[in-house]
Every structure is written in C-alpha cells, then in structure tokens.
C-alpha cells in the first residue's frame, strides 16, 4: 500500500498521507513519496490546485516518525532527505499554484510545519494544532520557527513554540492559523469548494499574486512594490490576461487557459 496517494479530479490534485496506524506520520518512505507528488504536481500544466489531506480522521500528520527519521539526523545536514524539507513543500521546493490543508485531526510538529507551507488551510472542529519539538529536545526543523510568526501574531507563536502547547481548532481559528473550521463530514466538501473557485480565478495571475505575496514578505516594501510591478507587467500579455476583459465585457464567465 502506498504510503502517499495521489488523485486528480479535473483540474484539483488530492495528495493524501496514507500511515492512519502511525498518525500519518512522516518516515522516510513517505518523505520520498510527497517529494515525488509534489513534483509532479508542480510540473502537471493540467493540475491548478492541491488539497493535502491525511488518510482517517485521527490525524492530519504527527509530523516525523521520530523512530525513523530522527535517528537518521547528521549534524552537516547534508542528507538528500533534507534537500527539500519535511513532506516535499517546507523547504527548497518552489510552488506558485495554490495548496490548501485539509486538516482531518492532529496537525503536530512536522504535520503543521507541513500544513503552514500551505497557502489556505480548513480545519475539522475536533483538529489540535501543536508544535512539540522542543518537548523531546528539538526545534522545529522545517520550517515552524519561520512560518508560524508569519501566520500568527508573534505571542501566539512563541507560545506555541516554546511551551510546546497544542490548541484545539477552535483556537486556531481565532489566532487566524486556519481559514475555516467545519464539521469533519464536511471537510473535504469545503476544501473541494475552496479549490473549485480558485480554478474559477485566472491560474496564471493566482501564481503570480502568490509568488508576491511571498517573496515580498522578505522584502521591505519598495523592494516588494518592484516585485508586484514586474509581475502584473508579465501578465499582461498573456491570452488568460486577454480573456479576463474581454469576458467581463461579454457578461460571461471567462475560459481561462493558463497561456
């Protein structure tokens, strides 16, 4: 059985961690795997948007096994295991179309290290959020120290980091970590939706207005006002970019190509 299933419905990719006995928890089988889907997924012209699941309704992910993958640690950090992160998206990997989590239990350590390298994530109400790594002498490793505090408000985020905290879903959605929280019978339906109306919007410019958003974070603002410029400026002759105005003016819904 494959640790990482892989479907595509239309345009929307589901990747779905499939360990639900180990928590979907990251060994370095399934490292390889999401590497792989993730991969796929951004070089598949017919994929416009991924919804990251985990298999049950136990547990998102538990983040690493920590039976597997830690024990494995060399202090150079030069393993190919780490060229990309944890899971695929949390390091070294660039991906302009849109993901969204869908979060069907414990969202911990790598899990949430995992679902915040997402762009928009759902939460079902009984998810718990936590990043634990220092409970057991370590610290968030892909990512958590960095995309946390750019999610969260920065006391939220120490919190959760240097207390080891968990919190329930409900207080995840009142510190802004997760965009909706719905019942689990309705999980995958509201993040299906999400990723419909995202294929509604022109690809091409979603990419790019995500591309701004987040190399401009690192950015001060005139730098990331050029960034913005330059790449408003490389849509505008593109057919999608065409289509647009042309379809308000026609009163109809536009047919967007990627081109």
Not at 187 to 193: C, I, K, N, P, S
Not at 204 to 222: D, T
Request: charged share 25%; net charge neutral; hydrophobic share 45%.
């Amino acid at each position: 059985m494959p640790t990482v299933l892989y479907e595509q419905n239309d345009r929307v990719v589901t990747i779905t961690l499939n360990r639900p006995e180990a928590m979907n928890a990251i060994d370095p089988e399934t490292h390889g795997e999401l590497i792989r889907a993730w991969t796929r997924f951004r070089d598949d012209d017919s994929a416009w948007v991924a919804i990251l699941t985990g298999a049950g309704d136990k547990a998102f992910s538990a983040g690493a096994d920590l039976k597997t993958m830690v024990p494995r640690a060399q202090p150079s950090g030069r393993r190919r295991d780490q060229e990309f992160g944890l899971g695929g998206i949390t390091r070294g990997l660039e991906i302009w179309k849109p993901m969204i989590a869908a979060i069907n239990g414990h969202c911990l350590a790598g899990g949430l290290e995992q679902a915040l390298a997402c762009d928009l994530r759902i939460a079902a109400d009984h998810a718990t959020f936590g990043l634990t790594e220092v409970r057991w002498g370590i610290i968030p490793g892909a990512g958590g120290t960095q995309r946390l505090p750019r999610a969260v408000p920065l006391a939220s985020a120490l919190e959760l980091i240097l207390m080891a905290r968990t919190i329930d879903a409900a207080e995840a959605y009142r510190i802004g970590l997760v965009n909706r929280v719905v019942p689990i019978r309705d999980l995958m339906a509201t993040a299906r939706e999400f990723a419909g109306t995202l294929c509604e919007r022109g690809p091409l410019a979603v990419r790019a207005a995500k591309e701004a958003v987040i190399r401009g974070l690192s950015m001060p603002l005139a730098d990331g006002l050029r960034l913005e410029a330059f790449l408003s400026a490389t849509l505008r002759g593109t057919e999608d970019a065409a289509e647009g105005p042309r379809a308000f003016a026609e009163k109809r819904a536009p047919q967007f190509k990627a081109r």
